[in-house]
C-alpha cells in the first residue's frame, strides 16, 4: 500500500481518494478511470485486495471506521472509534490526513490516531492561557477485517510505528514539479499529483508517468469557490 495525495493506492491497482466533502473516488491509478464514489465526510486511510478502510470523522457520535467493498464501494460494516476525546474530535476532522495514519498487518489494519489543539487567537496571552488551549491526545486500534471488529492496539503499536514520511521533497528533489503542484506521491510506476492548475477554479489529480513527465490522465476532485466581487462603494 502507498500512501498519494488524498488517499492511498494499492500499487497500480486500485486508488482511492477523498474530495472536500470527503467523497470517496475509487480510480485505476493507470488510466484515470472513475470505478466508483461512495460516501461523505469520509477520509480514506487504507486500501486492500477487498476493502478500502476510511473514518468518517463528522458523525455526530464521532470518528467511526467504515470498511467498504474495493469492488464497488458498498458500505460493509461500521465501528464507532473509541476512546477518541470529545474536543478532539473536531481536531481530526479539520486536520491535514497526516493526523489518522494506517499500516497494514495481515488481514488487519493498524489505525493511527493524533489530535491536538493550541491557542488561536490574537495577540499573545500569558502562558497560563497558552496552557489551557493546549490538548494533545492520540490513539491506536487494530481493524479486524476478517471478524469484522476493532480491537483496541497493543501498548506498543503506537511506538513501533512510525508515522510515514511525505515524499513530496523526495519526488521535488528528484525531478522539478510543476508550479501548480502542492502534493505528490507514487503509486506503482506512476506519479501521482494533486495540483491547482492557474486560471481555474479546479483542483485534480494527476497521473504523470516518471520516465518523461507526460500526463496520463487527470481527474477534477474539487470546485473552489471564489468569493463574488465586492459591491461598489
Same mark, same amino acid.
Given at each position: 500500500?502507498?500512501?498519494?495525495?488524498?488517499?492511498?493506492? $494499492?500499487?497500480?491497482? %486500485?486508488?482511492?481518494?477523498?474530495?472536500?466533502?470527503?467523497?470517496?473516488?475509487?480510480? $485505476?491509478?493507470?488510466?484515470?478511470?472513475?470505478?466508483?464514489?461512495?460516501?461523505?465526510?469520509?477520509?480514506?486511510?487504507? !486500501?486492500?485486495?477487498? *476493502?478500502?478502510? &476510511?473514518?468518517?470523522? +463528522?458523525?455526530?457520535?464521532?470518528?467511526?471506521?467504515?470498511?467498504?467493498?474495493?469492488?464497488?464501494?458498498?458500505?460493509?460494516?461500521?465501528?464507532?472509534?473509541?476512546?477518541?476525546?470529545?474536543?478532539?474530535?473536531?481536531?481530526?476532522?479539520?486536520?491535514?490526513?497526516?493526523?489518522? +495514519?494506517?499500516?497494514?498487518?495481515?488481514?488487519?489494519?493498524?489505525?493511527?490516531?493524533?489530535?491536538?489543539?493550541?491557542?488561536?487567537?490574537? &495577540?499573545?496571552?500569558?502562558?497560563? !492561557?497558552?496552557?489551557?488551549?493546549?490538548?494533545?491526545?492520540?490513539?491506536?486500534?487494530?481493524?479486524?477485517?476478517?471478524?469484522?471488529?476493532?480491537?483496541?492496539?497493543?501498548?506498543?503499536?503506537?511506538?513501533?510505528?512510525?508515522?510515514?514520511?511525505?515524499?513530496?521533497?523526495?519526488?521535488?528533489?528528484?525531478?522539478?514539479?510543476?508550479?501548480?503542484?502542492?502534493?505528490?506521491?507514487?503509486?506503482?510506476?506512476?506519479?501521482?499529483? %494533486? &495540483?491547482?492548475?492557474? *486560471?481555474? $477554479?479546479? !483542483?485534480?489529480?494527476?497521473?504523470? $508517468?516518471?520516465? +518523461?513527465?507526460? !500526463?496520463?490522465?487527470?481527474?477534477?476532485?474539487?470546485?473552489?469557490?471564489?468569493?463574488?466581487?465586492?459591491?461598489?462603494?
Amino acid at each position: 500500500m502507498q500512501r498519494i495525495p488524498r488517499g492511498v493506492t $494499492d500499487d497500480d491497482r %486500485l486508488a482511492v481518494v477523498g474530495t472536500r466533502a470527503g467523497v470517496l473516488l475509487a480510480l $485505476d491509478p493507470r488510466t484515470g478511470d472513475v470505478r466508483w464514489r461512495q460516501g461523505r465526510g469520509l477520509r480514506p486511510c487504507a !486500501v486492500t485486495a477487498h *476493502a478500502v478502510v &476510511a473514518v468518517r470523522v +463528522d458523525d455526530p457520535d464521532g470518528p467511526v471506521v467504515v470498511v467498504l467493498d474495493s469492488a464497488d464501494g458498498r458500505e460493509l460494516w461500521t465501528a464507532v472509534l473509541p476512546d477518541v476525546p470529545i474536543w478532539a474530535r473536531r481536531a481530526l476532522a479539520d486536520d491535514p490526513p497526516s493526523s489518522l +495514519d494506517c499500516t497494514l498487518d495481515g488481514e488487519q489494519v493498524l489505525l493511527r490516531w493524533e489530535a491536538s489543539t493550541w491557542y488561536e487567537g490574537g &495577540a499573545a496571552p500569558g502562558a497560563r !492561557v497558552l496552557d489551557e488551549h493546549a490538548r494533545q491526545a492520540d490513539g491506536a486500534v487494530r481493524v479486524d477485517l476478517g471478524s469484522r471488529s476493532v480491537q483496541p492496539a497493543s501498548p506498543g503499536d503506537l511506538a513501533a510505528h512510525a508515522r510515514p514520511e511525505r515524499e513530496t521533497a523526495e519526488l521535488a528533489g528528484d525531478r522539478g514539479l510543476a508550479a501548480d503542484v502542492v502534493d505528490a506521491g507514487r503509486a506503482g510506476g506512476l506519479r501521482v499529483e %494533486l &495540483a491547482t492548475p492557474a *486560471a481555474t $477554479d479546479a !483542483v485534480v489529480l494527476r497521473g504523470v $508517468d516518471q520516465e +518523461d513527465d507526460a !500526463v496520463l490522465w487527470e481527474v477534477l476532485l474539487d470546485q473552489q469557490t471564489r468569493r463574488p466581487p465586492p459591491l461598489p462603494q
